[in-house]
Nanobody, 123 residues
Framework: VQLQASGGGLVQAGGSLRLSCATS????????MGWFRQAPGKEREFVAA???????YYADSVKGRFTISRDNAKITAYLQMNSLEPEDTAVYYC??????????????????WGQGTQVTVSS
């Protein structure tokens, strides 16, 4: 499964960005999709995930500001990021997990990864 993340960029604090994770995998609906991020010198951390059934899960640090979604017809997952803060600056990665129900929050448990897209939030 190949994943292509896009939509990153430079934005001022308080601004918004929408990340996309596209794939050509026709069994996309069989995967839970997650977004993770990694800032310089830090470990990769869970941001948000959406289950196969469409249930969403968020890290406490982004709850209320970020929205994850999926469009199975377009075989794409999205991460809408609002009210961005400098602390959100990181490389953002999308990932796919074969888990049948729910989602996982540990990066090592995901099966496939996109290449990452840089998000920089200036103060």
């Amino acid at each position: 499964v190949q994943l292509q993340a896009s939509g990153g960029g430079l934005v001022q604090a308080g601004g918004s960005l929408r990340l996309s994770c596209a794939t050509s995998e026709r069994t996309f609906s069989s995967y839970a999709m997650g977004w993770f991020r990694q800032a310089p010198g830090k470990e990769r951390e869970f941001v948000a995930a959406v289950s196969r059934a469409g249930t969403t899960y968020y890290a406490d640090s982004v709850k209320g500001r970020f929205t994850i979604s999926r469009d199975n017809a377009k075989i794409t997952a999205y991460l809408q990021m609002n009210s961005l803060e400098p602390e959100d600056t990181a490389v953002y990665y999308c990932a796919a997990d074969r888990i049948a129900y729910g989602v996982r929050r540990v990066a090592q448990e995901y099966d496939y990864w996109g290449q990452g897209t840089q998000v920089t939030v200036s103060s």
